[in-house]
């Protein structure tokens, strides 16, 4: 699977942007998607993540309310809509996905478990 990221840029404090990371490959909808982030200087981290059925979408304390996350299996690509952007979400956004969990409603938030991921896209909030 080859995953593409997109849809990040320079927003304002309060405003919203809206990624997207589209996927090659047929096995993407058993798979679970994940999105992290890595700002300079700091660990990647986890942000969200959706199994393959959107049956469960775990998300980062730190996003949770302001985010969500979304996949459409037959356009294979998942989602992230950040509404109410702080500073403090300024990082290089990347998906990720999981094929150890194909048709399966656990989700992992380490970035290790991961093993396919896009290039990553760079999301800057002003304040």
């Not at 990040?8 to 798979?31: E, N």
Request: with cysteine.
């Amino acid at each position: 699977v080859q995953l593409q990221a997109f849809g990040g840029g320079l927003v304002q404090a309060g405003g919203s942007l809206r990624l997207s990371c589209a996927a090659a490959g047929r096995a993407f909808s058993v798979y679970a998607m994940g999105w992290f982030r890595q700002a300079p200087g700091k660990e990647r981290e986890f942000v969200a993540a959706i199994s393959w059925n959107s049956g469960n979408t775990p998300y980062a304390d730190s996003v949770k309310g302001r985010f969500t996350i979304s996949r459409d299996n037959a356009r294979k690509t998942v989602f992230l809509q950040m509404n109410s952007l702080k500073p403090e979400d300024t990082a290089v956004y990347y998906c990720a996905g999981d094929s150890d969990r194909f048709y399966s409603h656990t989700i992992a938030r380490s970035a290790g478990t991961y093993d396919y991921w896009g290039q990553g896209t760079q999301v800057t909030v002003s304040s």
